[in-house]
């Protein structure tokens, strides 16, 4: 057990749906980030969140969307996805330069 | 970003000593070394980090050599339950903004009993 939650854990969607993952943290972190891991692929950083300000964005398509509206919760809105987003999703949390940061179990992502 | 290269695949026997290599050479004086495994369908467990002195905590040990341009993630005796992908990264930490991590390959470790 991390500290940190994500849910849903699996999520299987449609092209044309709009679905929302959530990230929850209560460990008194600062930071906040999305990764993506697509089959057999090192994890990719997607977004970097620091106080609630987004802070890195990886060149991600706009289909996806982070909304950080406070310290310890972190979303990403999904629309219009393609087939090849589907992929496991992964939050993390950190403090500046204590140990981690600490991941999430992940949301595995199916888009049909 | 700073890079690490680890080998693709370690094979270790149960109950035995694990040394698994990391080579950084680019790595900058602020830079900390993290070690994180993950076994399948699961997200990244942090190990262990360090800066520039050997490491000791209940999971495992990181050996930094004296130039910091390598280390090793020492697993003091295997068990199947570690059999999993090790990654090594290279943390940089920027005031104000946390530290970001930048995956490579890993090195995918298996335990035979």
């Known amino acids: 057990e991390t500290g940190v939650t994500q849910t849903p854990r699996h999520l299987v969607m449609g092209m044309t749906n709009k679905k929302s993952l959530k990230c929850e943290q209560h460990?008194?972190?600062?930071?906040m980030y999305w990764y993506k891991q697509s089959a057999k692929k090192p994890l990719e950083l997607m977004f970097v969140?620091?106080?609630?300000?987004?802070?890195e964005n990886n060149s991600v398509p706009s289909r996806f969307s982070p909304e950080c509206p406070n310290s310890s919760h972190l979303f990403l809105h999904l629309h219009t996805l393609q087939p090849e987003d589907s992929a496991l999703y992964l939050c993390?949390?950190?403090?500046?330069?204590?140990?981690?940061?600490?991941f999430g179990p992940g949301t595995r992502l199916t888009v049909l | 970003d700073a890079k690490t290269t680890q080998p693709n695949s370690m094979e270790s026997n149960e109950e035995e000593p694990v040394h698994l290599p990391c080579n950084h050479s680019?790595?900058?004086?602020?830079?900390?070394i993290h070690w994180y495994r993950q076994l399948p369908s699961q997200g990244p467990e942090y190990v262990i980090h360090?800066?520039?002195s050997n490491v000791n905590n209940r999971m495992a040990s990181l050996a930094i050599a004296e130039d910091r341009k390598s280390s090793t993630l020492i697993l003091h005796r295997a068990t199947l339950r570690d059999a999993a992908v090790y990654y090594c990264?290279?943390?940089?930490?920027?005031?104000?903004?946390?530290?970001?991590?930048?995956f490579g390959q890993g090195t995918e470790l298996s335990v035979k009993p």
């Open positions: 990264i290279l943390r940089v930490c920027i005031y104000n903004q946390g530290g970001k991590l930048i």
């Open positions: 360090g800066l520039t």
């Open positions: 993390a949390s950190s403090q500046e330069v204590a140990g981690g940061p600490f």
């Open positions: 969140y620091n106080f609630k300000e987004q802070t």
């Open positions: 680019t790595i900058s004086g602020t830079d900390y």
């Open positions: 460990l008194g972190h600062n930071a």
